[in-house]
T-cell receptor
Framework: GQNIDQPTEMTATEGAIVQINCTYQ??????LFWYQQHAGEAPTFLSY????GLEEKGRFSSFLSRSKGYSYLLLKELQMKDSASYLC?????????????FGTGTQLKVEL | DTAVSQTPKYLVTQMGNDKSIKCEQN?????MYWYKQDSKKFLKIMFS???????INETVPNRFSPKSPDKAHLNLHINSLELGDSAVYFC???????????????FGSGTRLTVV
């Protein structure tokens, strides 16, 4: 089974850096995704980590430590449009296929 | 062109009714999914199909019946709707394990179901 934890809410200032943490416990880990979801919209892909270390993509970076069951999403130079929910999701390989199990999401509010 | 399209976007209906939500993807993906997002924004898998075959069936009441006529379509039929079924239902698709998997799921825009 899966247990994925992330903070419910965070607030940060425009131009700042924010780190959103995610911890997970799983029996069949095959990778970790971060998705962004604006209110009333579908989740959209941000990043994927399967090996330990940091993946950088523009203003967004994602880190994974498989031994610690830990990941974080780092957002730099925050913009107002970054206000959204950020979903940590673990890819689990089940008996017949694969599935993403999502955390409850972190609602990020970016303020002036 | 919309990659994963769901219809309808909004659905308001009375308790006890039967309704369907349709989903189509034009990405050539082999696997499709239904997820339910409740009022607390928790996104939970319901079903997955791979090439028209049911792969994952989480603990979902049997009032919910998915149907996949071909690998580009996955529909969700709900019988005897209840108040607790009110949620946003997302369809998604993905490639099979391979280089394309690292991009994860592509989601449809969601169907907001309200049962009154």
């Amino acid at each position: 089974g899966q247990n994925i934890d992330q903070p419910t809410e965070m607030t940060a200032t425009e131009g700042a850096i924010v780190q959103i943490n995610c911890t997970y416990q799983t029996s069949g880990f095959n990778g970790l995704f971060w998705y962004q979801q604006h209110a009333g919209e579908a989740p959209t892909f941000l990043s994927y980590n399967v090996l330990d270390g940091l993946e950088e993509k523009g203003r967004f970076s994602s880190f994974l430590s498989r031994s610690k069951g830990y990941s974080y999403l780092l957002l730099k130079e925050l913009q107002m449009k970054d206000s959204a929910s950020y979903l940590c999701a673990v890819w689990e390989l089940t008996g017949g296929g694969n599935k993403l199990t999502f955390g409850t999401g972190t609602q990020l509010k970016v303020e002036l | 062109d919309t990659a994963v399209s769901q219809t309808p976007k909004y659905l308001v209906t009375q308790m006890g009714n039967d309704k369907s939500i349709k989903c189509e993807q034009n990405l050539g993906h082999d696997t499709m999914y239904w997820y339910k997002q409740d009022s607390k924004k928790f996104l939970k898998i319901m079903f997955s199909y791979n090439n028209k075959e049911l792969i994952i069936n989480e603990t979902v009441p049997n009032r919910f019946s998915p149907k996949s006529p071909d690998k580009a379509h996955l529909n969700l039929h709900i019988n005897s709707l209840e108040l607790g079924d009110s949620a946003v239902y997302f369809c998604a698709s993905s490639q099979d394990i391979g280089p394309g998997w690292r991009y994860g799921y592509t989601f449809g825009s969601g169907t907001r179901l309200t049962v009154v």
